[in-house]
C-alpha cells in the first residue's frame, strides 16, 4: 500500500525557515517524480515544487522560487522542502503528492501539515 | 501563468449529471493532453478521479468521466449521488514556469 507522511509542520515567525519532509512506502520512490502542494485556509490548491525522480532537476512556482529548495534522498525514501524567508502568504497546509504521468497526475497524497507563519 | 478558470459552484440533484468546466489557454490545456481532476471533502487530501483528460485511475467510479475542447476541459459526473458532494479541481502541465496549474475549484452541491 503506497502511503506519504508529511511532516515537519509548525509556527514559524515571518522571516524564519522551516523544513517538510515526506516519507514514502509502498513503492521505489525512485521510479516516481514528487511534488509539494499547499492549499491556504479556505482556498484552492497551488502546486508549490516538483523534483523528477532521479531528483536530477527541481521545479518551483514562481511564489517560492529562490526562497525554497526541494530535494529528495531516495535512498532513505524521502522528499524534502526547504522554506526560507517565509512569509505570511505562505500559511497553508504543505501536501506531498507521487507523480502518475507528465506531473500534473497525482495519484497518492500525504495527510498534509500545516505551516503556519505569524509573529 | 495564471490559475485555470473554474465556476465556484454548481449544483444537482441526485440521479442527474453535471459537469464542471476548466479553461486555460494553449500553453496549457490547450497545449497538453495532461489535464486531470481532483475530488476534495473537507479536510481530506484530494484524490484524483480524471487524468490525461479522459483516463479514470482503476478504483473511481465510471460515473465520472472527462473531455476537453480546445482550451476548455471538462469532468462530467453522471447519476449524481450525495458523496460526490465535494470540491473539484482541475489542473494542466504546461511544459514551462510553473510546471504545473490548478483550477480556483469548484463546489459541488448534491441537493
Known amino acids: 500500500e503506497v502511503q506519504l507522511v508529511e511532516s515537519g509542520g509548525g509556527l514559524v515567525q515571518p522571516g524564519g525557515s522551516l523544513r517538510l519532509c515526506c516519507t514514502a512506502s509502498g513503492f521505489t520512490l525512485s521510479t516516481a517524480a514528487m511534488s509539494w502542494v499547499r492549499q491556504a485556509p479556505g482556498k484552492g490548491l497551488e502546486w508549490v515544487s516538483g523534483s523528477a525522480n532521479t531528483g536530477e532537476s527541481a521545479h518551483y512556482a514562481d511564489s517560492v522560487r529562490g526562497r525554497f529548495i526541494i530535494s529528495r534522498d531516495n535512498s532513505k525514501n524521502t522528499v524534502c522542502l526547504v522554506m526560507n524567508s517565509l512569509r505570511a502568504e505562505d500559511t497553508a497546509v504543505y501536501y506531498c503528492?507521487?507523480?502518475?504521468?507528465?506531473?500534473?497526475?497525482?495519484?497518492?497524497w500525504g495527510q498534509g501539515t500545516l505551516v503556519t507563519v505569524s509573529s | 501563468q495564471s490559475a485555470l478558470t473554474q465556476p465556484a459552484s454548481v449544483s444537482g440533484s441526485p440521479g442527474q449529471s453535471i459537469t464542471i468546466s476548466c479553461t486555460g489557454t494553449?500553453?496549457?490545456?490547450?497545449?497538453?493532453?495532461?489535464v486531470s481532476w481532483y475530488q476534495q471533502h473537507p479536510g481530506k487530501a484530494p484524490k484524483l478521479m480524471i487524468y490525461d483528460v479522459t483516463n479514470r485511475p482503476s478504483g473511481v467510479s465510471d460515473r465520472f468521466s472527462g473531455s476537453k475542447s480546445g482550451n476548455t476541459a471538462f469532468l462530467i459526473i453522471s447519476g449524481l449521488q450525495a458523496e460526490d458532494d465535494a470540491d473539484y479541481y482541475c489542473n494542466s502541465f504546461t511544459g514551462s514556469s510553473p510546471l504545473v496549474v490548478f483550477g480556483g475549484g469548484t463546489k459541488l452541491t448534491v441537493l
Open positions: 494553449s500553453s496549457d490545456v490547450g497545449g497538453y493532453d495532461h
Open positions: 503528492a507521487k507523480d502518475k504521468h507528465y506531473w500534473s497526475a497525482m495519484d497518492y
